[in-house]
């Protein structure tokens, strides 16, 4: 190990009452610190993340490297529709199509989903790993006794509700469960929370045959067990609950295209542009937010490391927090000083949150004396944006960054495509890319439902491990950002369903059309991502995996975040 790993470099911090009240920005940034170390070394310029406010420098102990244990995982490749060929045309890959107009089974549509969703719960020496796992492998395991996760409490109800819907057992001997009809080995509480799924899963069903009114019947079940403020399975199917009955009034006509126009949905983007308390901490709280951000600078950081002109080019800047960890990076710097730093940010709307943005950076990059240029590129339409709006410069060292705003267009799939040429005629020397690992982009609404109900049941977990019960924060973030999320997935269709997810495996074919290459991620980079992971009390519930070369975030097994690291032939 190098023996910079031990030093570290404090910075002190003035102006932090500029990004907000919370006093989060200060906590955040704050506890950055960053190696010193002989060139000659591989050091990664990024450091250790300190929870506490005021921290002073102190001798940690690392461990060995082979303590990381980054479990390789190849799953199947899943598209984002189940009828889409990989090799087919962007349109294909992306876009929706008319939804199948027969009826669809539910229990058999969703018996693959069940069966391959990213992960059993395999035990292995009190430890959960990330790998693909049928759902027989739960026989033989050490789970009795063993409180289960919120995404686990999913895979069984929906393995006993599958069970319980088909007529012939014989065709699913895959769905072997040691659980089987019985509850035996599940608390009260988890004997509840299995139960209040399956009538979920039972509603959804009802919904897919459009049999609105036992569905209905159903709902109102769930309404009487569900809650917000109960335990994450409650809090979950009570959002999924509200979600599924306004897919009933749409369908049904008691919501009208009238009362959509007057009913303006929860802008997730916009509300995360500026220093909103309830998403710093969040991302303070949390690791997601940290871990993606901190490996995907620090791969920026190593791909510009001999550059005296940078330019960051960033889609979807937000609060604009995670250029302050770069900027104390480019301070540390020794070997080659640097002379300018642009940061150019792209948006359609919101200009004066943009603006916000930069003066908040200026004056933070005024402390590092960061030679800061900060420039907005602003157009009514991605359609419209075009490199020479851009101003570059042949001698600066160009990266794109792009988190979490890809899969804002993926139902847009001439704009996308269109952002895309711009980026490879922009020519960057490397591109970051950010995102939601998962798919819910499918046409089919059961299927989407599945995905989405395990997707979101993780999140809850999470948010349960992190945050209080009553966290005013907590309650922000479950009822306006995640339920946005919930009720555009499962309440509509066509275009208005503009929260699409897709996963790596399908970007990965996406960018090869544009002459991309995935980068693999440095040891060191991977190491010290991993000792942010360690700062957090979640012991082996947030997981790092790797496919291919792109970093996988998990918890407790379920696939949630994605970083990759692009450059251009």
Known sequence: MPSGLNEAKQVHFIGAEDWGDSGAFNSLCSDFGFQRGDSSEEVCPLYEYQQQEHQQQSNLGYGLIDDLQF?????????????????????????????????QHFPFASLELLNNYGSGFKRLNGERKIEPLPLDDFIGTDVVGKKLSTEETVRVAGTRFIQSS??????????????????????????????????????????????????????????????????????????????????????????TSKDLEKKQPFDVDKAMM????????????????????????QAIVENVAEAKKIHIIDFAIKNGIQWTVLMQALASRNQCPLELLKITAVGTTSVHLLEDTGKRLMSFAQTMNIPLSFKIVMVSDMLHLKEDLFDLDVEEAIAVYCEFILRSMIAQPDHLESVMKVIRNIYPCVMVVIEVEANHNSTSFVNRFTEALFYFSAFFDCLETFMKKNDPNRMIIESLYLNAGIRNIVATEGPERNIRHVKIDVWRAFFARFGMTETELSMSNLYQANLVVKKFSCGSSFTLAMNGKSLILGWKGA?????SVWTFL
């Open 71 to 103: 479990d390789m995982v190849f799953p199947p490749v899943q598209t984002c529709m189940e009828e889409t060929n990989m090799l087919g045309e962007l349109p294909t890959m992306f876009s929706d199509v008319e939804p199948r107009k027969e009826k």
């Open 559 to 563: 696939h949630l975040h994605s970083v």
């Open 166 to 255: 088909s007529q012939t057992a014989d065709l699913h001997p895959v769905l072997s469960h040691p659980f089987g009809f019985s509850f035996s080995g599940l608390s009260d509480e988890e004997i509840k929370d299995v139960e209040l799924v399956e009538v979920l899963l039972s509603s959804a069903e009802k919904v897919g045959y459009q049999q609105f009114d036992r569905a209905r019947k159903l709902l109102k079940q769930c309404d009487s067990l569900a809650s917000n403020t109960g335990n994450p399975i409650q809090r979950v199917v009570f959002y999924f609950t509200e979600a599924l009955r306004e897919r009933i009034h749409r369908e049904t006509g008691r919501i």
């Open 274 to 297: 500026g220093p909103n308390p309830a998403v710093l901490a969040c991302h303070e709280e949390l690791p997601f937010s940290q871990v993606v951000q901190f490996t995907g600078i």
